[in-house]
């Protein structure tokens, strides 16, 4: 066993999962991690649709039983939960009822609850899921594959769904099947809100702390805006928009400072044309970097169904 002291990959490794900086860990227990996720990422892409929940299932429990520091509740102050999830009001205006799909601890529907949404939150594993429920909070907890929605709910139950930073898990031939579940799932004129990380800026899975230029870790595949925009189309949503939200510091000033729609859409689709011509390296630095000209590092999209 290697000392606990804060090697490079160490600090590389807190500082990519937000860890606590006192918190013991070593390299070996970050190459652990590096090898199991590698090795259930190899699962993840070889499951057939028939056996796809249950390795996803199998896969994420392992992860988190074997890595227990990855379930540490690092959960924002609640004198902060207005800086990360005001925007969502916005997003979610007119909307009552909400399915989260991959809710991990249930933080944003917790907050979201508080102030009068009907929420329904999702996971794949019990290893994340209920137990970290909010006592105060009246969120509803049920079992899905994240895909096959409309095998766990009924047509047109919701007003909106919504993805944080889960899309990218799915194996790449579920996208389509995932967002036509999402449209079957939402009530006429509902919307889902989706959010990820934008390929050009990845790898963004365990992949990035050790410098690769392409996830190999368990996020199966990252996407860019063209990419999501098309695949919404085809899974019939009617009318999309990106959204804009601006970095935390900015937002504890202005109460949210975001924006969306059509017109702020066109503008990241053109300039993730521009980006796309220039090599890569400098390519994935203007995109981490590039709240200075509103393209963030993030897709977040909102998908009309009619």
Request: with cysteine; glycine share 6%.
């Amino acid at each position: 066993m290697s000392s606990m002291s804060a090697t490079p990959l160490v600090e590389r490794y807190k500082k990519k999962f937000h860890l606590p900086a006192g918190l013991p860990l070593d390299e070996d227990m970050v190459l652990g991690h590096w090898n199991l996720e590698r090795r259930l990422a190899g699962e993840l892409l070889a499951s057939n649709p028939e056996n796809r929940w249950d390795i996803f299932a199998h896969c994420y429990t392992t992860l988190y039983r074997e890595c227990p520091w990855l379930n540490l509740d690092v959960s924002p102050d609640s004198q902060d939960n207005d800086t990360y999830y005001r925007h969502f009001l916005t997003l979610l205006a007119g909307a009552k009822d909400i399915y989260e799909i991959g809710s991990g601890r249930a933080r944003l529907l917790n907050y979201l609850a508080r102030r009068g949404f009907r929420c329904v939150a999702s996971e794949i594993t019990r290893e994340r899921g209920e137990r970290y429920a909010d006592p105060n909070a009246i969120v509803q907890w049920h079992s899905s594959d994240g895909v096959n929605l409309a095998r766990f709910e009924a047509a047109e139950s919701f007003d909106a769904v919504i993805s944080s930073h889960v899309v990218e898990h799915f194996h790449p031939d579920d996208l389509l099947p995932h967002l036509e579940n999402v449209h079957t799932i939402l009530r006429p004129g509902g919307r889902y809100v989706l959010a990820m990380p934008h390929r050009f800026a990845g790898p963004m899975d365990l992949s990035e702390v050790f410098g690769l230029n392409k996830p190999v870790c368990m996020h199966l595949r990252e996407y860019s805006w063209r990419e999501t925009v098309e695949a919404c189309r085809q899974a019939g949503f009617i009318r999309l928009e990106a959204a804009y939200v601006a970095p935390q510091m900015l937002r504890r000033i202005l109460r949210g400072a975001s924006f969306s729609g059509r017109g702020y859409l066109r503008y990241v689709l053109a300039m993730e044309a521009m980006l796309d011509k220039l090599p890569n390296k400098l390519k994935q630095a203007l995109t981490k970097r590039g709240t200075a000209f509103l393209f963030r590092p993030e897709i977040l999209i909102i998908a009309h169904k009619g």
